[in-house]
């Protein structure tokens, strides 16, 4: 096992996000293909917004399309706890050391006293920072002080990301940033660096988002005299118009696209895709197969354009590798309105296999074979016929079909050849072309424009609910 340890550390302030779900990808991919370690940290510090729903739906969500910690939140591991609510003794000891090196302070400003200052940097257009007033006080800690970090007055800070390359931040840039509320209440950056080191984590692999966070966190590193790790900041997730990802414009929750029947392969293939790529234009590709191909230097540094379409398209395709039992038992919560046999279910499940995007459209493709519709007598009669065209080819197809050879014990594509032969020598006879006959068919055994042709139709139907249909169909003459 290699040493690199990579960490996802989501906030349970929310929802699980999908482009949460794309960087706890990243790190597991980076952490597989290497033989690390993949550790999963819950950063809950905000109490107010953090919950036990959200937590528990980020761990669910994340487990569930296969990304399984290593080490963390669920598996325990040599570096727990793994909850920040659970290591404040933690961020208090290296707290203090900080403040007894004289590296942060106690600041007593009060909320109108920086609101002021704030306002003034405002007027002389300047940033907003902290002018640095309770630096040297050396009183007591009271009531509502808070610590602040002791940034260096010069200097620059210089770090090699992997995606993004050399980046240097002026340290004169950066202001006396506040770490903790109080002892026992370390801020983000703070408990971040301190997980980080006694969780011995290698890489840091998250959201641009944090690229603003950096150079702070390596100043807290430095002070406390340990070596930051690698970095690799992720490009943003845009929408089809490149505007940062959003809701208006897409869907955002993890467990949205669960909800419309996208599969965890489908999902874990189209994330990886946003932001890396394989160097050709391969697009399908199982975990293990990205696993194997993973790295961070194909890790691309412009957004990646989150295209529906192409999810879509990639569900389908992952669609059509599960087996007809697999795809049948996934369709059926989605298929409340289904009143057929195991039998004839799976039947049905095979025909529609090529024509799903989705498993939430299940019942759009499938209902006509649960029920017949209410359909309009013109619905049977097709392009280049009249009402005693369809009449005629139905009448017809309905001797047939009563006298079709035994088909429902035979598999596709055998009962679909024995039928075509079968009907085609019934259209040569009336001298019809194709579609003239058939179309009257298929539209009487599914009631509706759009369903799998006719053979496939009668294949699943079977002869008693075919000879029904078309029998119901000539009704309407
Ligand atoms: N907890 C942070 C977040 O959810 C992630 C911190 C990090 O990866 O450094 O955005």
Sequence with gaps: ???????????????????????????????????????????DTDKTRSTVEFEEQIVQGLTDLGLVPDEGVGVGGPYGPYKQSERVEIYHEYLQKLLDDGKAYYCYCTKDELEAERERCEKEKLPPRYSGKCRELTREPAE???????????????????????????????????IAKNLDEALYNFSVVIDDITMKITHVIRGEDHISNTPKQILIYQALGFTPPQFAHLPLILNEDRSKLSKRKNKVEFRDYLAQGYLPEALVNFLALLGWNPGDDREIFSLPEII????????????????????????????????????????????????????TLKKAVQVTQSRLEK?????????????????????????????ALAKLALEKSLELVRELPDWEALELPAAEEMMKTEFLKLIEKLNLKTGQVLWPVRAALSGTSFSPGAFEMLWVLGREESVGRLESALGKF
Aim: charged fraction near 30%; hydrophobic fraction near 40%.
């Design 1 to 43: 096992m290699s040493d690199i340890r990579v960490r996802m550390a989501p906030s349970p302030t929310g929802a699980l996000h999908i482009g949460t779900v794309r960087t706890a990808l990243f790190n597991y991919l980076y952490a597989k293909h290497v033989g690390g370690t993949y550790v999963l940290r819950i950063e």
């Design 144 to 178: 509502g002080a808070v610590i602040r970090f002791k940034t260096p007055q010069t200097g620059e800070i210089s770090y090699e990301d992997t995606v993004r390359g050399k980046v240097t931040v002026q340290v004169k840039e950066l202001d006396d940033f506040v």
């Design 292 to 343: 194997k191909e993973f790295s961070l230097e194909r890790v691309q540094k412009s957004g990646a354009v989150f295209d529906i379409k192409k999810l879509n398209w990639m569900n389908g395709q992952w669609i059509r590798k599960l087996s007809i039992e697999e795809l049948a038992s996934k369709l059926k919560p989605f298929l409340q309105d289904n009143k057929l046999d195991e039998k």
């Design 359 to 387: 498993l939430a459209e299940a019942s759009e493709h499938m209902h006509f074979f649960f029920e017949l519709p209410v359909y309009e007598k013109s619905l049977l009669i097709g392009k280049n016929m009249d009402e």
